[in-house]
């Protein structure tokens, strides 16, 4: 057997953290504790807790560091060089891509239902909506309403869940995904 970590001061919360996302995406949520993280990192759980709170906390900080990968993707639609109606096609589709592409992720970040993790994630989701919604009113010109928004996020939402876990990869449903955004186009511009 490994001996155990001897000092907090060994254990930092990167490596908590790559662990917990690591065992998070191939058990799940709910199958994970801190006293198995614990025993992955060869440390005791109570050494976890001087980093984090709990397992929510915890959970919370591998879903935010998602969250900037969500939008970072927005961000980067927003800098290219093309015209506002490529950039909301753009931003359409890509959103469909991180969906798909990042299975597991989008499911964590959107999909699973608990009451710690809602009370936590709820900001870093709010921060991300906003932003997704500011991008679609630039680049609609401003002529997207609040509704137009919810309604194109949501649509946007089931597309993904839909195929989330049906398809390995982003590629198998490529070609639904472009019709899809066209119609999301139409519907945003009309």
Same mark, same amino acid.
């Given at each position: ?6 000092? /907090?001061?060994?254990?930092? &919360? ?18 994970? =504790?801190?006293? =198995?993280?614990?025993? %992955?990192?060869?440390? =005791? ?108 996020? /949501?649509?946007?939402?089931?597309? /993904? ?5 049906? /398809? ?6 490529? %070609?639904?995904?472009? &019709? ?11």
């Amino acid at each position: 057997m490994t001996p155990r970590r001897t000092t /907090v001061n060994e254990l930092t &919360k990167e490596m908590i953290i790559e662990v917990a996302n690591q065992q998070f995406q191939t058990k799940g949520y709910q199958h994970v =504790s801190m006293r =198995s993280l614990a025993k %992955e990192l060869q440390c =005791s759980h109570g050494a976890l807790y001087y980093h984090f709170n709990n397992k929510a906390e915890l959970f919370y900080e591998v879903v935010s560091r998602y969250f900037e990968l969500l939008n970072g993707m927005i961000k980067t639609v927003h800098t290219k060089p093309i015209r506002n109606e490529e950039k909301l096609m753009e931003l359409l589709f890509s959103y469909l891509k991180f969906g798909l592409h990042y299975q597991v992720h989008y499911e964590f970040m959107f999909m699973i239902k608990d009451p710690a993790i809602d009370a936590l994630s709820k900001r870093a989701a709010n921060e991300s909506y906003a932003l997704f919604s500011e991008a679609l009113g630039n680049f609609s010109n401003n002529d997207a309403s609040i509704g137009d928004v919810y309604s194109t996020f /949501v649509s946007l939402h089931g597309f /993904v869940a839909h195929y989330i876990h049906r /398809v390995n990869d982003f590629t198998e449903v490529e %070609e639904a995904a472009k &019709k899809h955004v066209q119609f999301l186009k139409k519907a945003i511009l009309s």
